[in-house]
């Protein structure tokens, strides 16, 4: 029986957690009216011509009234503040508008797409999380050992290493000199449907590459944690009463040292975004990276709008779980101070 103190058993504060969650709500919608906002102005100061990028290599051949007409029709030469005002009204309706230069409704092009880099996010994460753990306590066990150092040396490394040269590297060493893994793509080029099986195998290296890149920030804290319960003096002594060592790393040192690792989660949302945008763009990943990379770069201002919103909304909702479960799991966190 483990002699290390223990939390007193608490019931679940619903209550306190809905009124947070409410809170962030309130503070979410501002947010997100300010950063539709930038959207549209950012879009409308840049020198890409959205009537030439939804005409393509018509434009070239089209004589400059009906690049007027076409200008008319897409609503061009209106002040972004209109045209902000505009796409907002219909968004509260649920009408998120119509993409130029995807020729569908918005609402259509996400939905096609969000679903694989969900599952592209979610793998990684969750991948990131474990193995990070994992390295982690295993770097704190021996501070200053080989394997402290290793580990410790390699995490510095990769935090320096961009998400897309990692992706070309493993696309370099998996696909083109193994052969063990495709190159990118959901499915094989021959296959006529989506199957499970081939959407798993075409995971693996987008899904590594994403988790790597997110690995040593897991590593780092987890290994400070937990090298600083170990060094607490409840530790000690229950090492000295000859509590075995596995009784005392996870009796007591894990819990612990794994607290700021659920804060890291929710910080951790924005990057993770970022670097599935380039994972998905090397690996040719049918997520929203091609939709967000063709948005801006044709000034599709229904689509930029609701991609960004969905990216803003995503970053909220990280933060907000990272509190409830730093709440949750550390007694003396109080819903009512966040």
Same mark, same amino acid.
């Given at each position: ?8 058993? +608490? ?11 409410? +809170? ?38 089209? =004589?400059?009234? @009906? ?16 045209? #902000? ?55 704190? +066990? ?6 402290? +150092? ?21 696309? #370099? ?14 499915? =094989? ?8 099986g081939q959407v798993a195998r075409?995971?693996?290296? *987008? ?15 987890? /290994? ?9 003096? *409840? ?16 009796g007591h040192a894990l819990r ?6 659920? @804060? ?11 670097? %599935?945008?380039?994972?998905? @763009? ?23 709008? %609701? ?24 007694? /003396? ?6």
């Amino acid at each position: 029986m483990s002699l290390l103190p223990r939390p007193l058993p +608490r019931s679940l504060p619903w209550g306190a957690m809905a009124r947070l969650a409410g +809170r962030r709500l309130l503070f979410a919608v501002p947010v997100l009216l300010v950063v539709t906002f930038g959207v549209f102005a950012i879009a409308a100061a840049s020198p890409f011509d959205p009537v030439k990028a939804y005409a393509g290599t018509a434009a070239l051949a089209a =004589d400059q009234e @009906t690049l007027d007409r076409l200008r008319d029709n897409l609503g061009a030469d209106e002040p972004f503040t209109a045209r #902000w005002w505009e796409w907002l009204a219909s968004a509260s309706t649920g009408d998120l508008g119509r993409s130029a230069v995807m020729r569908q409704p918005v609402a259509q092009v996400i939905g096609e797409r969000v679903v694989w880099s969900t599952l592209l996010c979610a793998v990684a994460l969750v991948a990131a999380v474990v193995l990070g753990t994992v390295l982690g306590v295993l770097a704190a +066990r021996r501070p200053g050992s080989p394997l402290d +150092r290793t580990v410790t040396s390699l995490s510095y490394t990769l935090e320096a290493a961009p998400a897309f040269w990692l992706g070309l590297l493993a696309v #370099w060493l998996f696909a083109l000199q193994l052969g063990v893994l495709p190159a990118g793509g959901l499915t =094989d080029t021959a296959s006529e449907q989506v199957t499970a099986g081939q959407v798993a195998r075409h995971l693996v290296l *987008p899904a590594g590459v994403l988790a790597v890149s997110q690995l040593p920030w897991f590593v780092l804290y987890v /290994r400070q944690g937990v090298g600083d319960a170990l060094a607490e003096d *409840p530790v000690r002594g229950a090492r000295a009463r000859g509590l075995s060592e596995r009784t005392v790393l996870l009796g007591h040192a894990l819990r612990s040292g794994l607290l700021p690792v659920l @804060t890291l989660i929710g910080s951790r949302v924005p990057e993770l975004i970022t670097g %599935a945008l380039l994972v998905e @763009t090397v690996f040719s990943w049918p997520g929203v990276a091609a939709a967000t990379v063709e948005a801006a770069t044709a000034v599709d201002f229904p689509l930029l709008a %609701a991609l960004t919103v969905l990216a803003t909304a995503a970053v909220l909702a990280g933060n907000l779980l990272a509190d409830l479960l730093y709440g949750l799991f550390d007694p /003396r966190v109080k819903f009512r101070d966040m």
